[in-house]
């Protein structure tokens, strides 16, 4: 265990996948947990995560939307601790099917996202400490693919990522980007370690896909 063991990390789309195996890498290493998704799997996870002897709440709403992510921001203050540690890996399938849905679709998630970060980062900002990942996709390199609105959301986040580790370099907040290379267990697993192993580390460490299943970026 850390000598930082106790303090909180929150984990969004920490139902299942990816989500649910950063969790448990925080949760193997001390951390209390709020875990965020939009389905009642989350209270599943949850009650097994905590069976570690950590104590973990489970929220579920939707991260999509301004509203869900104020319903995370105030279950975050109303146990009187800030984040050490955010993980941003809320996300669903492309739904939309014609331009104007998958429009709303790219927006929600984009906004969705700044808002939460935006929402948690200040308050690490203020207490001089605190670690970001940021979670997106391969699909963000494919390019014409039959979800160019969702597969631009997941570019957006590597980008934004390396924009938001410039604006914090001269701060105590580390800010790190996970690209998972393909969906299965046995990836989500090895990723999982790979981010948070390199989110406390601090590491910059670029590698492609095909080199690797997890490509993670650090720009600070």
């Given at each position: 265990?850390?000598?930082?063991?106790?303090?909180?990390?929150?984990?969004?789309?920490?139902?299942?996948?990816?989500?649910?195996?950063?969790?448990?890498?925080?949760?193997?290493?001390?951390?209390?947990?709020?875990?965020?998704?939009?389905?009642?799997?989350?209270?599943?996870?949850?009650?097994?995560?905590?069976?570690?002897?950590?104590?973990?709440?489970p929220v579920q709403c939707d991260l999509s939307t301004l509203e869900g992510v104020d319903?995370?921001?105030?279950?975050?203050?109303?146990?009187?601790?800030?984040?050490?540690?955010?993980?941003?890996?809320?996300?669903?399938?492309?739904?939309?099917?014609?331009?104007?849905?998958?429009?709303?679709?790219?927006?929600?998630?984009?906004?969705?996202?700044?808002?939460?970060?935006?929402?948690?980062?200040?308050?690490?900002?203020?207490?001089?400490?605190?670690?970001?990942?940021?979670?997106?996709?391969?699909?963000?390199?494919?390019?014409?693919?039959?979800?160019?609105?969702?597969?631009?959301?997941?570019?957006?986040?590597?980008?934004?990522?390396?924009?938001?580790?410039?604006?914090?370099?001269?701060?105590?907040?580390?800010?790190?980007?996970?690209?998972?290379?393909?969906?299965?267990?046995?990836?989500?697993?090895?990723g999982a370690r790979t981010g948070y192993d390199s989110m406390m580390k601090g590491e910059?460490?670029?590698?492609?896909?095909?080199?690797?299943?997890?490509?993670?970026?650090?720009?600070?």
């Amino acid at each position: 265990m850390e000598t930082n063991a106790r303090r909180l990390a929150v984990i969004t789309g920490a139902s299942s996948g990816l989500g649910l195996e950063l969790a448990r890498q925080c949760a193997q290493h001390g951390y209390d947990l709020i875990i965020a998704a939009d389905e009642v799997l989350i209270l599943d996870a949850a009650e097994e995560l905590a069976s570690g002897g950590i104590t973990v709440r489970p929220v579920q709403c939707d991260l999509s939307t301004l509203e869900g992510v104020d319903a995370l921001r105030d279950a975050i203050t109303a146990g009187g601790r800030a984040a050490d540690i955010l993980i941003a890996n809320a996300g669903r399938e492309p739904r939309g099917c014609t331009v104007d849905a998958r429009l709303i679709d790219a927006r929600a998630y984009i906004d969705g996202t700044i808002y939460l970060i935006d929402q948690v980062s200040r308050s690490m900002r203020g207490r001089g400490h605190g670690r970001i990942l940021i979670t997106y996709s391969i699909a963000g390199l494919v390019q014409e693919t039959p979800h160019p609105a969702h597969d631009g959301h997941k570019a957006f986040l590597s980008s934004f990522a390396a924009a938001l580790g410039r604006e914090l370099k001269h701060t105590a907040v580390t800010v790190a980007c996970l690209m998972p290379g393909m969906n299965g267990s046995t990836v989500f697993k090895r990723g999982a370690r790979t981010g948070y192993d390199s989110m406390m580390k601090g590491e910059l460490s670029r590698s492609r896909p095909r080199q690797s299943p997890a490509a993670l970026c650090r720009d600070h």
